[in-house]
């Protein structure tokens, strides 16, 4: 049975890898150990899944002797958590983003070749039913060859403002959502083109959340406009974030309430992208933070056809049951396919991931099992995108990394 090490132990870690290794699991691998630099939070995710802990990540790997190691930190230490897992002989299994820029992806890759290990990204929307589903349709040729995807994505207020509240909020840490929530976004479209991206424009703009207000605090524990501020949020009564992060954060100052109107804030909250692939295909794309209701829609075009695909996950219109993938033929004929909504997290993908990723012997047709090229290719475009934003001029992701 493999040993598996855990490194991060937040929300993510916890409910996507440690609870279900310490359950339904258990016959398939062995949990090893756990690593978080915070140790209250680190000490409470093995106590619940009943799991060696750790004060250090080196003393893990040489006394558990990990087969494969789950990196769920930030995004900006992923790297450093991968090639020091791949450099003591185990494979790595890490959460999305790849990492948050081109030199990091670089040093992955190399390290990647140089072990020979191997290193898996969790691209969960793969497995997602409806996506998997709008994936074998295209393959089919059902549309002929893809020309144009043109994708809206836009995140609500509670979700979207939820990441201005905390690391990801800071470029530096996430590379922004360009790169920390797109890398899903561009991972999807670039395995449903089956091409690879070779040109990237981007504009980005802080318009909404940010130093867009006068009346703004540090925190919204300790704000004085409390009672009119619309995204005020009290986590000490959700008893999972008061206990592993309200009453972790004397360890590291790890506040996982802060103003949403912060002058720290320098990511985009509103951003479009343009990409070229090798294929010849061309994407439109934008993401914007701060919608009425949350979900995207994407209309892919191609020499046989035109497909519309969509899904609303909160607001009014809110899809309850299914969703639909609608095709126009050049007839004028209209073929239209009901997709039933699967319960689990993020509509079912997650628990599929983890299936192919621990229980082994599952086929996959349908390349859902994503590897460092696909990380790359994915995290790449939006890097190269937040260079595009800084520069005002097209980047070729070739100048950003060598695949050789
Ligand atoms: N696939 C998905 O749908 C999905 C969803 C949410 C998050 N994620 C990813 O999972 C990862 C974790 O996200 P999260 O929401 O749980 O964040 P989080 O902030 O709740 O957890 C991150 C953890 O990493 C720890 N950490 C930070 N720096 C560290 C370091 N240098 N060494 C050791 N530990 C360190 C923190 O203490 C914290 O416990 C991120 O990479 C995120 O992008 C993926």
């Known amino acids: 049975m493999k040993k598996v090490a855990l490194v991060g132990a937040g929300g993510r870690a916890l409910h996507m890898f440690a609870r279900p290794l310490a359950t339904e699991l258990r016959e ?19 106590e619940e899944c009943e799991v060696p802990v750790y004060t250090d990540f080196h003393q893990m790997i040489e006394t558990a002797k990990p087969d494969i ?45 140089r072990t020979g290990r191997q290193v898996t990204v969790t ?40 990441y201005f509240r905390r690391w990801h909020a800071e470029m530096d840490n996430s590379g922004g959502l360009l790169v920390h929530k797109s890398t899903h976004h561009f991972d999807i479209i670039n395995w449903w083109l089956g ?13 909404f959340y940010g130093p867009t207000r006068e009346q703004w605090g540090e925190r919204c ?79 892919i075009t191609g020499t046989d056809g035109r497909m519309e695909v969509a899904c609303r996950y909160s607001g009014p219109e809110r899809d309850e049951e299914s969703y639909t993938i609608k095709i126009v033929k050049p007839s004028g004929e209209i073929l239209t396919e009901i997709v039933p909504i699967a319960s689990g997290g993020h509509g079912g993908g997650d628990e599929k991931l983890r299936a192919m990723l621990f229980k082994g012997g599952i086929a996959d047709p349908l390349g859902q099992q994503a590897g460092s090229k696909a990380g790359a290719m994915s995290l790449l475009i939006g890097a190269a995108a937040n260079r595009s934003i800084a520069e005002n001029k097209v980047i070729q992701i070739a100048e950003l990394m060598n695949f050789s």
Not at 129 to 156: N, T, W
């Open 28 to 46: 398939d691998v062995h949990f090893c150990g756990v690593y978080d630099h915070n140790k209250v939070r680190a000490a409470l995710l093995a």
């Open 221 to 299: 524990s300790t704000c004085s406009y409390k009672e009119s501020c619309e995204f005020y949020v009290d986590y000490t009564q959700d008893e999972f974030t008061n206990r592993y992060y309200m009453q972790a954060e004397q360890e590291d100052g790890y506040y996982r309430d802060r103003c949403v109107f912060h002058e720290r804030i320098d990511i985009y909250d509103t951003m479009s992208v343009q990409v070229r692939y090798d294929s010849g295909a061309i994407l439109t794309y934008s993401l914007v933070t701060y919608s009425p209701d949350e979900g995207w829609k994407a209309a």
């Open 195 to 207: 091409a690879d991206p070779k040109s990237v424009h981007g504009f980005g703009t802080r318009s």
């Open 123 to 162: 691209f969960n929307l793969r497995f997602t039913p409806y996506f998997a589903r709008i994936k074998e349709v295209l393959d089919s040729g059902a549309i002929g060859k893809i020309l144009h995807v043109d994708m809206q994505y836009f995140l609500d207020r509670l979700h979207g403002a939820d």
């Open 69 to 113: 190691v789950l990196v769920a930190t930030t995004d900006n230490t992923h790297h450093i958590y991968i090639n020091t897992a791949l450099e003591a002989g185990c494979d790595v299994i890490s959460e999305k983003p790849l990492t948050t820029d081109a030199d990091k992806c670089q040093s992955i890759l190399d390290t990647e070749t």
